[in-house]
């Protein structure tokens, strides 16, 4: 048996269970959490905006010890540290041999059915299979994973500090560094100071941009933000996002603007503060029937590159050990993501302060 917050119908508060876990099979890794990340994606399955089966086990952004494994793992073992991998590719879809292992068709029809890769899920209640969210199920004391999705790192990183790694490290700095390729010397501007945008921000000092905009709405958020590397931050409570930054690049818009909250009209300001020839990211996750609008003439006449990112446009076995390993050079910030650490049974009230966007990053450690 295993404790686990288990979302029963959408909208209301995750349940808190005991469910059986059976053990791995084939490929498969059992894994004892040790701390998983409260994300936006996790939220937005429990309002209902991400239809999936139900029961489900919800959480991907998680790091734990290997228990067991499965017959076939090679690449793990009992006792390794790892960190969840909510997009474990299959290495043989066109978007794999593509190179491009964060749009894995096989690991997206595994987001649908909330299963493993067989089709099936290790956890029930009373018989019946209960779900897990992105072949994670992170909020659970142990869970089992493909083996892809757990990805071996070193020791001597704290896991709650190891599990933000897993999807808002990867997708913040990675959006910078994979997707943007911002340049030295460029002027950025960033959407959102939630777990994703402060790791836009360091991903963007990192990159040495040398005007870095914050946006957001809580002011102690954007004054930590200048720890990260903001250069300037504007309350959008107070003033308009888009005019704000006009002001502060001489009336042309910043070469790369990152969207890290899921909002079309957010994701439109995004695209207007862009300066011609420049690059629009959106990063935050929108409820798939939004649409965004964007002026038609400026497409061709401003000739900007608007484009998204999944998963940080990651390859997780290679990026999160070299994330893991900036962190231990000091040039990555985890310790400040974390703004509150909740026991499993607190999990509800982790989801209202991320509701109200007072954590920066909500974080569930579990217990020995
Ligand atoms: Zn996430
Ligand atoms: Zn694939």
């Given at each position: 048996?295993?404790?686990?917050?288990?979302?029963?119908?959408?909208?209301?508060?995750?349940?808190?269970?005991?469910?059986?876990?059976?053990?791995?099979?084939?490929?498969?890794?059992?894994?004892?959490?040790?701390?998983?990340?409260?994300?936006?994606?996790?939220?937005?399955?429990?309002?209902?905006?991400?239809?999936?089966?139900?029961?489900?086990?919800?959480?991907?952004?998680?790091?734990?010890?290997?228990?067991?494994?499965?017959?076939?793992?090679?690449s793990v073992q009992a006792g390794d540290h790892v960190v969840l991998n909510w997009v474990p590719s299959c290495g043989r879809c066109p978007y794999c041999r593509l190179g491009r292992p964060d749009l894995c068709e096989a690991a997206a029809r595994l987001t649908a059915t909330g299963t493993l890769p067989d089709g099936t899920t290790r956890f029930s209640l009373g018989g019946k299979p209960v779900y897990q969210f992105l072949t994670a199920g992170a909020f659970s004391e142990r869970t089992i994973v493909p083996e892809q999705a757990a990805i071996p790192i070193r020791r001597d990183v704290p896991f709650e500090l190891a599990a933000l790694v897993s999807c808002s490290v990867m997708t913040g700095v990675g959006a910078v560094i994979h997707a943007a390729r911002v340049r030295p010397?460029?002027?950025?501007?960033?959407?959102?100071?939630?777990?994703?945008?402060?790791?836009?921000?360091?991903?963007?000092?990192?990159?040495?941009?040398?005007?870095?905009?914050?946006?957001?709405?809580?002011?102690?958020?954007?004054?930590?933000?200048?720890?990260?590397?903001?250069?300037?931050?504007?309350?959008?409570?107070?003033?308009?996002?888009?005019?704000?930054?006009?002001?502060?690049?001489?009336?042309?818009?910043?070469d790369y603007a990152f969207e890290a909250i899921g909002r079309p009209e957010t994701m439109a300001d995004a695209y207007n503060m862009t300066r011609k020839a420049g690059m629009t990211v959106i990063v935050g996750i929108a409820a798939p029937h939004e649409t965004v609008e964007i002026n038609a003439f400026s497409l061709p006449s401003q000739a900007k590159t608007l484009t998204g990112v999944w998963l940080g446009q990651g390859n997780p076995p290679v990026d999160y050990p070299k994330l893991l390993d900036l962190y231990a050079a000091g040039k990555l910030k985890l310790e400040p993501l974390i703004s509150a650490v909740y026991a499993l049974e607190q999990i509800n009230d982790g989801f209202a302060a991320l509701k109200s966007g007072q954590n920066i990053r909500g974080l569930i450690r579990f217990e020995e």
């Open positions: 048996m295993v404790k686990a917050a288990v979302l029963h119908h959408y909208g209301e508060p995750l349940a808190i269970e005991e469910l059986d876990l059976a053990a791995p099979r084939f490929g498969e890794v059992k894994v004892k959490m040790k701390a998983a990340g409260l994300c936006h994606s996790d939220w937005h399955v429990v309002q209902g905006q991400l239809p999936l089966p139900l029961p489900l086990v919800l959480g991907h952004e998680g790091a734990g010890i290997v228990e067991e494994v499965g017959e076939g793992v090679t010397g460029s002027t950025v501007a960033v959407i959102g100071a939630g777990g994703v945008g402060f790791n836009i921000i360091q991903g963007a000092a990192l990159a040495g941009a040398k005007q870095i905009i914050a946006i957001d709405i809580v002011e102690e958020k954007l004054t930590m933000t200048k720890t990260f590397g903001a250069t300037h931050t504007v309350n959008a409570g107070d003033e308009d996002a888009v005019s704000a930054v006009l002001d502060l690049t001489d009336g042309l818009g910043v």
